[in-house]
């Protein structure tokens, strides 16, 4: 069956990943078997070493399981080489990061479009990056740099680059981590409200408990593996 047929956007099975770290092996994902359905929000806790980083770089097609299976919208993901990831991730994927990751000379705008540039889309991307920017409460700020920016507005910028492919599923990483209380709760509003109005998936890695509990479901990790039965 597709995936993607039953209303599943991912589906990963018996996902395992190791490191060669000199002449030692380090298993950090072991066996992990997960689906995540269309507009879900799921989010994603653990200790420090529990595998989240290497899960969500797995999830986010920045890196390949050393086995398993791992299907996204219907594409076999675990039997891409990297010219194959990076289209997926270029067309699926949009990210956010804890530390904004925004190029310092570009203003709001140029940011923005980045993903439209690498995933070779024609078109206005000016105009595309705008609506976005507006999407996000930022169109009065487009012709700002980060540096002009708070800590929320450049969130805010992330959130509007990560959106510019009509991704199928937003993963975000300590999105609140760099943030005050009250901008970190505007932040996850906002992603709220983008999953509900737009219907896209959204997994959040996060230590913030109270984050956590705004979701639909809670994953822990655990020594590379799922805690409990809650996949």
Request: hydrophobic share 40%; charged share 25%; net charge negative.
């Given at each position: 069956m597709n995936?993607s047929?039953?209303g599943r956007?991912i589906?990963?099975e018996?996902?395992?990943?190791?490191y060669?770290?000199?002449?030692?092996?380090?298993?950090?994902?072991r066996?992990?078997?997960?689906?995540?359905g269309r507009g879900?929000?799921?989010?994603?806790?653990?200790?420090?070493?529990?595998?989240?980083?290497?899960?969500?770089s797995i999830?986010?097609?920045?890196?390949?399981?050393?086995?398993?299976?791992?299907?996204?919208?219907?594409?076999?993901?675990d039997e891409?080489d990297q010219?194959g990831?990076?289209?997926v991730r270029?067309r699926?994927?949009?990210?956010v990061f804890?530390?904004?990751?925004?190029?310092?000379?570009?203003?709001?705008w140029r940011?923005v479009e980045l993903p439209?540039l690498?995933?070779?889309?024609?078109?206005d991307?000016r105009?595309?990056?705008?609506?976005a920017?507006e999407?996000v409460?930022?169109?009065?700020r487009?012709?700002?740099h980060?540096?002009?920016?708070s800590g929320?507005?450049?969130q805010?910028?992330?959130i509007a680059?990560?959106l510019?492919?009509?991704p199928a599923?937003i993963?975000?990483?300590e999105?609140t981590g760099?943030?005050d209380?009250?901008?970190?709760?505007d932040?996850l509003k906002?992603?709220?409200d983008l999953?509900?109005?737009?219907?896209?998936?959204l997994?959040?890695?996060?230590?913030d408990?109270?984050?956590?509990?705004?979701?639909?479901?809670?994953l822990h990790?655990k020594d590379?593996q799922?805690?409990?039965?809650?996949?």
């Amino acid at each position: 069956m597709n995936p993607s047929s039953n209303g599943r956007l991912i589906d990963i099975e018996d996902i395992s990943k190791t490191y060669r770290l000199g002449e030692v092996d380090v298993e950090a994902l072991r066996d992990v078997s997960l689906t995540i359905g269309r507009g879900e929000v799921v989010a994603i806790m653990g200790p420090s070493g529990s595998g989240k980083s290497t899960l969500m770089s797995i999830l986010g097609c920045l890196d390949r399981p050393s086995s398993g299976r791992y299907h996204l919208d219907s594409v076999a993901v675990d039997e891409l080489d990297q010219n194959g990831l990076a289209a997926v991730r270029n067309r699926k994927i949009g990210f956010v990061f804890q530390t904004f990751n925004l190029l310092p000379r570009a203003v709001a705008w140029r940011n923005v479009e980045l993903p439209l540039l690498y995933a070779g889309v024609p078109g206005d991307h000016r105009a595309r990056a705008v609506q976005a920017l507006e999407d996000v409460g930022l169109g009065g700020r487009m012709h700002h740099h980060p540096a002009e920016m708070s800590g929320g507005e450049r969130q805010r910028v992330a959130i509007a680059r990560a959106l510019i492919n009509d991704p199928a599923i937003i993963l975000a990483d300590e999105p609140t981590g760099n943030l005050d209380s009250k901008t970190g709760a505007d932040i996850l509003k906002l992603l709220l409200d983008l999953n509900k109005g737009r219907g896209v998936t959204l997994v959040i890695v996060t230590h913030d408990a109270s984050i956590a509990a705004q979701a639909g479901r809670i994953l822990h990790l655990k020594d590379g593996q799922i805690d409990g039965s809650e996949a």
